[in-house]
C-alpha cells in the first residue's frame, strides 16, 4: 500500500509560494506550489523547516486536479482514466472533506448503492424505489483494479444537469486500495458516461480527506454549482461515515454480515486481504470473534 | 423576492433556509462557494458583506447581514402570528437576545471546530471543541430545569422562537467537529423536538428526526 500514490491537495487550491502541511499514513507531510506551477512534497523530520533536508524530498505528480505523492516507490503512474482528457468535459476538482473513519470505509460507502434512498433523498434515490438489483462483478485479470458492472438504480437527480428521475447504469471501478472511478448514464448524451471519481487521502488509521473529482458532461453550470451539487451529498454521507463502527474497515468475512447489494464490497474486502493491506483495516487475522 | 446569499453547508445560512421554511416563503438562493472556492473573500463579496461572512439576504433594496439580525428581522417582518419573535414581552425580548448572543458564540466554538477538522480551516480545534462542550453543559442544564418545569423550547414562551433555531444548527452538526452529544442528554431531546416542527428541512449532516414515540 504504501508505493502507491496518494492525492494531497487540489492543485488550483493549492496557494503559490507556501508550505502546507498534511498528513499521509499518520506522517506529517508537507507540500508546495511555486510560481511556476512546479510541486514539490516532502517527509517532515522533527523541528526542521520542510524542504530544507534534500533527502526528505518525496516524487509527486499531478493527476486529475489532485497532487499525488508517495511515501514508498511506486511501479508506475497512477491508474488512467482515459475519459478526462476528451475536450468536451467539464473537468472539476470538487473538493477535500475530511471524515473521521478510515479511507477504505469511505471508498466502500462510494460502492454502496443501497443507501442513495435513505441518505441521499431526492437525489440519488427515493423510497419506494429502494431495490438494488443484481450486478456483476469480477477482478481484472492481473488483479489490479475491481470491476461492478450493470448497476442499475433509480435516481431523482442523477446529476447536475438531470431534469427528472432515471434508472440509471452505474459502473464502479476500484483501480487503487482508496480510490474508486464511477461511470454513470450522461443525461446529455447516452452514449457517454460521466466520470466521478473520489480519491482518498488516509491521513491516520481512522481518519481521511477525501478528494472529489469529476469528468462530466454538463454545458449550463458553473463549475462552483458542480461543486457545490457534490459537496451537498459528500456532505450527507460525512455523518454516516462517522458513526460507522469499528471505524477500520473489517476484512474477515464473517465480522459483517453482508446482503446481496454488498457484492462489489464483499470482492473488494477480499481483495485488500489478496494485497496484504494492514493500514485502515482490522486484518482477518486479528478480527476477535465473540460468540 | 426575498434573495438569500447563501452556503449549501453553512449552519449559519440553514439557520436562514430554516426560518424562510417554516414561515413558508419563497425565496432565490445566490450560492457562494466558501469552501473550496473561497468566494466569501473575492472583492465582489465583499462589497455585498465587507465582514466576508454569510448568510446575507436582500429583501428588495434592504440587504442585512448577520444570521441573528435576519432572524430578527425575518420573524418580525413576515411571521404574522408572532410566535417565532414575539414583541409585546420585554422579559420575552430579553431572553431571546441573550440566546442569539449565545448563537453567535456556537459558531465561534462548535462552528469553528467543524470547520477545523472537516474543511481544514487553521483554527485551534482542540480550544473550539473545549468551548463548545463548555456551552452544551449550560445549554444542557437550561433545556433540562426547562423540562422539568414542563417546557419544550429554550426561552420563556409555549412556542418556538428564532433562539431555537439560531442555536439548532451547529449543535446539531457539532459531531462533524469532534465534539459528541453523548452527555447531553436534554440537549439531543430538544435537537428532536425542533426537527418536528412542521415545516422543518435538513441540510447535509442532519437527518429528520423519526416518528415521535
Known sequence: ?291 | MIRLFDFDLSGNCYKVRLLLAFLGLEYEKTNIDYYPGRQHRTDAFLRINPLGQLPVIEDGDYRLRDAQAILVYLAHKYDHGGNWYPTDNPDLIGEISQWLAFADQLTTTASAARLESAMFFELDGDAARAGAHKLFRILDAHLWFREDAGADWICSADEPTIADIACFPYVALSEEGGVSREDYPAIRRWLDRVKRIPGFCVMPGVFPAGPAV
Open chain 1, 1 to 291: 500500500m504504501a508505493n502507491q500514490w496518494y492525492p494531497l491537495a487540489s492543485v488550483e487550491e493549492t496557494a503559490v509560494g507556501r508550505v502546507h502541511r498534511t498528513r499521509l499514513f499518520g506522517e506529517p507531510i508537507a507540500y508546495a506550489k511555486d510560481t511556476a506551477g512546479t510541486l514539490t512534497a516532502w517527509r517532515c523530520t522533527g523541528s526542521q523547516q520542510p524542504g530544507s533536508d534534500p533527502s526528505t524530498a518525496l516524487p509527486v505528480i499531478a493527476r486529475y486536479g489532485y497532487i499525488w505523492a508517495t511515501i514508498g516507490t511506486p511501479d508506475g503512474d497512477i491508474f488512467p482514466i482515459p475519459e478526462y482528457g476528451e475536450a468536451d468535459r467539464r473537468n472539476v476538482a470538487a473538493g477535500t472533506i475530511g471524515v473521521q473513519v478510515s479511507a477504505q470505509r469511505a471508498v466502500e460507502n462510494f460502492l454502496d448503492m443501497g443507501h442513495f434512498p435513505f441518505v441521499h433523498t431526492g437525489i440519488l434515490g427515493q423510497e419506494p424505489h429502494t431495490e438494488v438489483k443484481e450486478y456483476n462483478v469480477a477482478v481484472s485479470q492481473d488483479g489490479r483494479e475491481i470491476l461492478a458492472t450493470e448497476c442499475l438504480f433509480y435516481q431523482p437527480m442523477a446529476s447536475t444537469v438531470s431534469t427528472s428521475g432515471a434508472d440509471v447504469e452505474y459502473t464502479y471501478r476500484v483501480p487503487h486500495p482508496t480510490c474508486s472511478v464511477l461511470y454513470k448514464s450522461s443525461p446529455l448524451d447516452e452514449k457517454r458516461l460521466d466520470v466521478i471519481a473520489i480519491f482518498c487521502q488516509p491521513t491516520g488509521h481512522e481518519t481521511l480527506r477525501g478528494h472529489m473529482m469529476l469528468s462530466i458532461l454538463d454545458d449550463v453550470n458553473t463549475d462552483d454549482f458542480i461543486r457545490n451539487f457534490q459537496l451537498h451529498i459528500f456532505g450527507q454521507d460525512k455523518p454516516i461515515l462517522e458513526n460507522q463502527f469499528p471505524k477500520r474497515l473489517p476484512l474477515e468475512p464473517r465480522a459483517e454480515t453482508p446482503i446481496r447489494a454488498d457484492k462489489t464490497s464483499i470482492v473488494y474486502r477480499r481483495w485488500l486481504s489478496q494485497h496484504g493491506v494492514t493500514y485502515g483495516v482490522i486484518p482477518a487475522s486479528e478480527q476477535v470473534n465473540t460468540p
